[in-house]
T-cell receptor, first 115, second 117 residues
Framework: IAGITQAPTSQILAAGRRMTLRCTQD?????MYWYRQDLGLGLRLIHY???????GKGEVPDGYSVSRANTDDFPLTLASAVPSQTSVYFC??????????????FGNGTRLTVT | AQKVTQAQTEISVVEKEDVTLDCVYE???????LFWYKQPPSGELVFLIR????DEQNEISGRYSWNFQKSTSSFNFTITASQVVDSAVYFC??????????????WGAGTKLIIKP
C-alpha cells in the first residue's frame, strides 16, 4: 500500500541524547514536511523540503535538522534532545510544493518522550 | 500574522444530531486556501476538503458540508446526522505563502468531536 512510513512508532529518550526519526514515502512526491503536534497548539511545521537536495525552515526549527538526499527519505534529527521536544511528530508529503493543489498525505506519527 | 482559530476545544453530541465545527481565520494574503483534516483515534491525519479564496460556494459531500464566508473569515464544517465513526479531532488549516514561492499550512488547535451512541 502506497504511503508514508515513519519509524519508530514511539520512543522514550533521555535528555541530551541524539535521535533520528525516519520517514520514507513511496508515492514519488516532491515535497516533504515534518510537523510536531502538541495539545492545544495544533500542528506546527518544523522543516520542509520542496524537492530532493533542498530543505527549508518552518515555524519551529530550533533544535532540529533534516536532510533530503533522495526523493523518498526525509529524516528528522534531534541533535541533543530536551524535554520540550516531547511531542508527536508527523511526517507528510505532497506531490508538489504547491500545497493548495496537492493535499498533504501524513504518516502515522512518532510519539517521542524526552525525560 | 496568519492565524486559525477553532474556538471549540471539544464538542459532545448524541448520534444522529447535526453538529457544526467553527473555523475563523486571519490572513494578509489575497489568495489563500483553506483545508479541513480529520484525525481519528488511530492517529493518522486524513484530508477532507480544500477551498480557495475565490470560491465561496458551499460544498456538500454526503453528510459533510462546508460553509465558506469571506465576509466573516469563516470556514465552518457541518456534519449532518452524526455517527459514532465521526468521532475524531478535526483540524482547520490555512495556506500561507513563504519566501521563494513556498507555502506552508497554519493549523488551528483542533476540535475534538465525540459522538455518543
Amino acid at each position: 500500500i502506497a504511503g508514508i512510513t515513519q519509524a519508530p512508532t514511539s520512543q522514550i529518550l533521555a535528555a541530551g541524547r541524539r535521535m533520528t526519526l525516519r520517514c520514507t514515502q513511496d508515492m514519488r512526491h516532491n515535497a516533504m514536511y515534518w510537523y510536531r503536534q502538541d495539545l492545544g497548539l495544533g500542528l506546527r511545521l518544523i522543516h520542509y523540503s520542496n524537492t530532493a537536495g533542498t530543505t527549508g525552515k518552518g515555524e519551529v526549527p530550533d533544535g532540529y535538522s533534516v536532510s533530503r538526499a533522495n526523493t523518498d527519505d526525509f529524516p528528522l534529527t534531534l541533535a541533543s534532545a530536551v524535554p520540550s521536544q516531547t511531542s508527536v511528530y508527523f511526517c507528510a508529503s505532497s506531490a508538489t510544493a504547491l500545497i493548495q493543489n496537492s493535499p498533504l498525505h501524513f504518516g502515522n506519527g512518532t510519539r517521542l518522550t524526552v525525560t | 500574522a496568519q492565524k486559525v482559530t477553532q474556538a471549540q476545544t471539544e464538542i459532545s453530541v448524541v448520534e444522529k444530531e447535526d453538529v457544526t465545527l467553527d473555523c475563523v481565520y486571519e490572513t494578509r494574503d489575497t489568495t489563500y486556501y483553506l483545508f479541513w483534516y480529520k484525525q481519528p483515534p488511530s492517529g493518522e491525519l486524513v484530508f477532507l476538503i480544500r477551498r480557495n479564496s475565490f470560491d465561496e460556494q458551499n460544498e456538500i459531500s454526503g453528510r459533510y458540508s462546508w460553509n465558506f464566508q469571506k465576509s466573516t473569515s469563516s470556514f465552518n464544517f457541518t456534519i449532518t446526522a452524526s455517527q459514532v465513526v465521526d468521532s475524531a479531532v478535526y483540524f482547520c488549516a490555512l495556506s500561507e505563502a513563504l519566501r521563494d514561492s513556498n507555502y506552508q499550512l497554519i493549523w488551528g488547535a483542533g476540535t475534538k468531536l465525540i459522538i455518543k451512541p
